[in-house]
């Protein structure tokens, strides 16, 4: 049985030096936090949830509800893919 973690996008209050907006995904697997980050600006104060779910699979993960926007943030239930 897979166990459920959350993932958290969200926007870096520490952008990188060429670029204005930092997105960083994290994923709070148990006592692991898995992060992935890249440069792009939520669209129309969202983010592209084709993105994320792109994301959170490159980490070896996959969404299993919708995703949910609360305070310039998104929410996710993930799991892990087996194998990975």
């Known amino acids: 049985m897979n ?3 959350v993932a958290i996008c969200q926007l870096s209050n520490q952008p990188q030096e060429d670029f204005d907006v930092n997105t960083e995904l994290l994923i ?3 006592p692991d936090v ?3 980050t890249w440069d792009a600006e939520p669209r129309d ?3 592209d ?3 994320l779910n792109d ?3 490159a980490l070896g993960f996959m969404v299993v509800n919708d995703w949910a926007f609360l305070d ?3 929410y996710a239930v993930v799991e892990r893919r087996s194998g990975t």
């Open 34 to 36: 898995h992060v992935s």
């Open 28 to 30: 709070l697997d148990g």
């Open 45 to 47: 104060g969202g983010f």
């Open 72 to 74: 310039g943030k998104a």
């Open 49 to 51: 949830e084709h993105v």
């Open 3 to 5: 166990s459920h973690c």
């Open 55 to 57: 994301r959170v699979d």
